[in-house]
């Protein structure tokens, strides 16, 4: 009898473990947790900083409306914001198009906001630049609604590639592919890169990346080696470290190697580049060693 009773708890036992794995599970694939920590920074700015930072560009209309009140509430996650019952969606709506206006416009001076009293000042971590990070945010996720097509402007969002915002860079690309469908896009964001250096070139070439096909690849290989050419070493590293998971033939990966060769004096950078190089045709399942290509 104690046996049978012993089998039962442990059957009970087993289905309650499974029943609450399964239940995290489902936590886990909800629209909060589709952010990573990072992506809702500004939830853990406290709301009267962000607020007055915002009052400064915004209007007083704006700053009492609904919809910025529930924008600057910690308690509202980011994907959660067009979810708010009580937020009527014209308002939401016409507050993202004329908030993404209002900052873009202000974004190269910090949209007033300084260093704070104890000196310290990240421009990456402004206020603005995380108000517009979630604005972009809210409308990749759902880009019909908000209607974005409407209201964002490629001239903006291709100059936030070389904001310093990594994050903020990266939804920049994401939002032109997903809503401007000209077959030249590519080509002028590909154009725009070559103007970067350091990280906001690498960030860009990175997102690039996932829109190379058969007929735009030479294009993209041809702006890897230009960078090469006219760049400094931290730059190509930074780039050349982003293409590692890229399937090159043998030939693509000894031109790009060829343009590598030039920063054989900077020891640190050369190094970094060999072991990026050595990846890509890893990856591409051939064998290369730029240190024995350079003469």
Avoid at 119 to 125: L, M, N, S, V
């Amino acid at each position: 009898m104690k046996r049978v009773i012993l089998i039962v708890l442990l059957l009970v036992t087993g289905i309650a473990a499974f029943v609450f794995v399964k239940m995290n599970d489902q936590g886990d694939s909800s629209p909060r947790d589709l952010l990573s920590k990072s992506e809702d920074e500004i939830l853990k700015i406290p709301k009267t900083h962000v607020e007055s930072t915002l009052s400064k560009v915004f209007s007083e209309e704006t700053t009492k409306s609904k919809a910025f009140q529930n924008f600057v509430d910690p308690k509202i996650p980011t994907l959660f914001y067009l979810r708010e019952g009580d937020l009527p969606k014209e308002e939401a709506k016409e507050f993202l198009a004329s908030s993404y206006k209002t900052l873009t416009d202000c974004l190269e001076t910090h949209c007033g906001q300084g260093p704070d009293a104890d000196g310290f000042f990240d421009p990456a971590k402004t206020v603005a630049a995380l108000s517009l990070k979630k604005i972009l945010q809210i409308s990749t996720n759902d880009p019909e609604f908000t209607g974005v097509a409407d209201w964002l402007s490629k001239d903006s969002l291709l100059e936030i590639l070389d904001h310093p915002n990594p994050d903020l860079r990266a939804l920049s690309v994401t939002s032109l592919f997903q809503n401007y469908k000209s077959p030249q896009l590519f080509e002028e964001v590909l154009n725009a890169s070559r103007d970067l250096e350091g990280y906001s070139a690498g960030t860009t070439i990175e997102q690039l990346k996932k829109y190379v096909n058969k007929d735009n690849k030479q294009a993209f290989l041809d702006t890897l080696e230009n960078i090469a050419r006219e760049k400094d070493g931290f730059t190509i590293t930074e780039v050349i470290e982003k293409v590692e998971d890229m399937s090159l033939s043998q030939k693509e990966i000894q031109d790009l190697g060829t343009s590598l060769c030039r920063f054989k004096a900077e020891k640190e950078n050369f190094n970094a580049l060999a072991f990026s190089m050595k990846n890509v045709a890893k990856a591409s399942r051939v064998q290369y060693n730029l240190k024995a290509s350079c003469p």
